[in-house]
């Protein structure tokens, strides 16, 4: 099965982001996917206290929400999630798994809500339908055989507070920490680096903050694309003459101009606004050695303000009473010169000093980041970097500043907050003996990338997916695709069929659950779900929709059925009462953790939500040091072999087009890049293109420059030139992943570091 697809078109797109171009993708997939006029009112829900939060991406949800509070592309997601289109049991007939195998993850997912649970039928090659009772006795029983130490629960981030609760309580009840979860891949260099600088592994910015802020910087987050909504304020902000300055290798439209498309005279007059007001393309992996150079010049000529006795440019009072390793940071930047800084950066000495004044000049600075800046082999590094800079100025912990990461899925952060997590330190192990009476795992749990090496070696037997496509988001896609297949069991609970459905261990299962968008009936009613925003403030939600098939059940169900059929009775823990009532999750929550979820149940629909504590945002230092801490980096590259690679080496990142979520393939469109009709691109930059002897349009074969004897190759790329810094390409994930080595991750976080992979374009093959 092939895409029906037109001749792609690449030509630069002169539109903002937001406006007309906005208005018509959507209609078009609101139309694609058979949605009816009831759709848009559908919409008018869409992050409203009193309706269901996006599943799309996590931005804040405002305490007085515009009449259409969502973008886009979280309209496109709910029209992907409330599609007319079924794929259920007359669908599995028809199509082998061998033929799915061939489709595209866009194909896959098309084709509609999975509606019945379905087991794989080795004798056919189909999955055919099972009953929920059998699907869950049948993995019971084999759970109940193997160790616990060798099965894998993974997460994706978006399953609400209450089914995340309930989730990783039962992998500790059945034994195992082995809790891997999105965030692996995406913002765990937070969690670590934002832990050890500041002491509160989250941003310690809320919305508020940017309506008094008179600075933002940006690090590699695409806004326009993947938190469009967080438009609404930088667009306030620059019409307070607030500046922005991005540090970015594309030029991204969101990050340039934007035209508000629920804005009547904006639309009419065409007019946008201007984002940024000085644009950085930095290289990738460059942003130690820039924001190196922008502490070398602060700290420079902090001193000599101090000698001639000017004004100071470095919060002195603040470093001296809240900060630790201030000198040893300072010596750090004086022993860099700025050839070198120049070069590692791919930035001008004037560009970085002209950055560096603006940031002098603000009193209050928000850090705003994302991928460009964690998926890294020094992406812990590289956010305490950005630490570092804020807290030369005392940029942490105050009204108008701080930091901002933005994360991803709906829920990631709040999923760590209830205990998904494989680092036992990091849940409360003591507290969760004390409610259920079970002595809880200790060990340290499997993340991500050890998940993948522990299927890899054969010693994981057994995968269980709350949601996601873990295939194909993580690394090394052809080892991992071959070795999943020698795993007992694979069971996937999700929404749309994807590539993890058809990669399978011996014994296989979809387990299909109810959107966060359709109504989730129980004994004692309608219920509720919760779920954390990239702000920290926690918001209800409720389905509005009828569900898609009546064989559909909802995430906490499928989590109590499998626990139930797994583990042996614990009168401590009413499975069932719990999911009779999800206000009973909630208090079992509270009484977890009763300082972050004080009446959660009494404030969930409060307009803003609930706020949770953030200590580092009161400047309450929970590090070591009982400060927050400087960080001197062990060099500027967030790449270290990046220097002493051959002229002929690329870095390659790994990218979001504007129409994906994640593995999520909307449509073959990338407005914004200019790209129409195709996702099989790399973006190179003019110079390298003629350097290395190619042409513009011409297909070519990328292929990883590993020195493990593996070779990863991905083949018949189109070549577009295009606006990106010598030495990096670009092109888009998940369809690059094969490139990636399983070994190529933070050193810290082990974040698979999806932006600068070494590789060398080579003519196609045949
Ligand atoms: N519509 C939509 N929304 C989404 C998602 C989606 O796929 N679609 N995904 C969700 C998820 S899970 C996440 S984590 C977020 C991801 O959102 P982002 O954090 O924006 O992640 P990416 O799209 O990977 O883009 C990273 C940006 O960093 C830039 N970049 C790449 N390398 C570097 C570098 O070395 N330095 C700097 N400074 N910049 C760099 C790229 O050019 C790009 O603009 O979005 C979430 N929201
Ligand atoms: N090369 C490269 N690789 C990357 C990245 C990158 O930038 N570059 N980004 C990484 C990042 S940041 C992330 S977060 C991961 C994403 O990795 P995942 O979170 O594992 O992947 P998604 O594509 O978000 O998962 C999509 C699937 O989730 C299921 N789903 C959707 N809604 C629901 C629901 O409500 N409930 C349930 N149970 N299932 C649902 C659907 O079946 C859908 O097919 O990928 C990572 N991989
Ligand atoms: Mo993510």
Known sequence: MTDKMAEPIIAPYDGPAGGWGSAGSLAEILTREQIPLSGAALLMKQNKPDGFMCTSCAWAKPAKPAAFEYCENGAKATAWEQTAKRVGPDFFARHSVTELLTWTDY????????????????????????????????????????????????????????????????????????????SNMCHEPTSVGLKASIGSPVGTT?????????????????????????????????????????FNPLRERGLERFTNPQSVVEMATRTSTEISTQYLQVKAGGDIAAITAMCKWLIEADREAERVGRPRLLDAAFIAEHT???SAFAAFCDGQDWATLEARSGLTRSALEAAATVYARARAVIGVYGMGLTQHRKGTEAVQMLVNLML?????????????????????????????TEKPELAPLDRLKDLYGFEPPREKGLNTVEACEGILDRSVKAFIGLGGNFVRAIPDTVRMEEAWRHMDLTVQISTKLNRSHLINGAAAYILPC????????????????????STSCFHGSRGVTQPVSAEVRSEPWIV????????????????????????????????????????????????GGLRKPVPARARQWETPTGKANFVVPEGLDENPDMPKRHADVLDLMTLRSNDQFNTTVYGYDDRFRGVKGTRTILFMNADDIDRLGFRDGESVDVRTEAHDGIERVVRGLRIVAYGIPPGNCGGYYPELNPLIPLGHHDEQAMTPAAKAIPVRIVRAGP
């Open 107 to 182: 194909a896959l997912e098309e084709k509609g809500r999975l509606t019945h649970p379905m087991r794989y039928d080795p004798g056919t090659d189909h999955y055919v339908p099972v009953t929920w009772a059998e699907a869950f006795s049948q993995i019971g029983t084999a759970l109940r055989g193997l160790d616990p130490a060798s099965v894998v629960l993974y997460t994706s981030g978006r399953a609400a507070l209450e089914t995340s609760y309930m989730y990783g309580l039962f992998a500790r009840l059945y034994g195992t920490n082995n809790l891997p979860d999105s």
């Open 206 to 246: 809320v919305l508020e903050d940017f309506e008094s802020t008179d600075l933002i910087l940006f690090f590699g987050q695409n806004v326009g694309s993947n938190a469009p909504r967080m438009l609404h304020p930088l667009q306030d902000a620059r019409k307070r003459r607030v500046p922005i300055i991005t």
């Open 324 to 326: 630790h390793g201030f």
């Open 392 to 420: 030369l100025r005392g940029n942490v912990g105050r009204p108008g500043a701080g930091l901002c990461p933005v994360r991803g899925h709906s829920n990631v952060q709040g999923q760590r907050t209830v205990g998904i």
């Open 514 to 533: 109810l959107g966060r968008i359709e109504v989730d009936a129980q004994a004692s009613g309608p219920q509720a779900v919760s779920m954390e925003d």
């Open 560 to 607: 109590a059925e499998l626990a139930k059929a797994t583990l042996t009775p614990n009168p401590k823990v009413d499975w069932d009462g719990w999911v009779g009532d999800y206000a009973t999750v909630r208090a079992a929550i509270e009484a977890t953790y009763p300082d972050v979820f004080k009446d959660l149940e009494g404030r969930m629909f409060d307009p």
